[in-house]
């Protein structure tokens, strides 16, 4: 079992940063995706780093401002979300995936076998 914790959420205003963080033992051999549930939506993939050559995926809603990280030695991942907006405003989930390939993190939720308790995110405009 692979008990995820997330810290990093909070209020910012827009236009500003966050950075969330996911730490669980042995993460580090599992590919890890970021999402998202806004009130009333489905939860969203937003992005995903694979287990050993840290590629990365994201949604096209973020890409350029947001960047998943992870320090395999902290057994964390990272997400640096930059130039926040209000419709950034949702509560973000890492999940972690221990049958994705080595190279690859799904970005379809139903693939991923644990999850985080999440994080609420507001931005402000």
């Known amino acids: 079992q692979v008990q995820l914790v997330e810290s990093g959420g909070g209020l910012v205003q827009a236009g500003g940063s966050l950075r969330l963080s996911c730490a669980a033992s042995?993460?580090?051999?599992?590919?890890v995706g970021w999402f998202r549930q806004a009130p009333g939506k489905e939860r969203e993939f937003v992005g995903g780093?694979?287990?050993?050559?840290?590629?990365?995926y994201y949604a096209d809603s973020v890409k350029g401002r947001f960047t998943a990280s992870r320090d395999n030695a902290k057994n964390t991942v990272y997400l640096q979300m930059n130039s926040l907006r209000p419709e950034d405003t949702a509560i973000y989930y890492c999940?972690?995936?221990?049958?994705?390939?080595?190279?690859?993190?799904?970005?379809?939720?139903?693939?991923?076998?644990?999850w985080g308790q999440g994080t609420q995110v507001t931005v402000s405009s």
């Open positions: 999940a972690a995936d221990g049958g994705a390939s080595p190279f690859l993190a799904p970005t379809h939720r139903n693939k991923y076998d644990y």
């Open positions: 780093i694979s287990r050993l050559t840290g590629s990365t």
């Open positions: 042995g993460l580090s051999s599992y590919a």
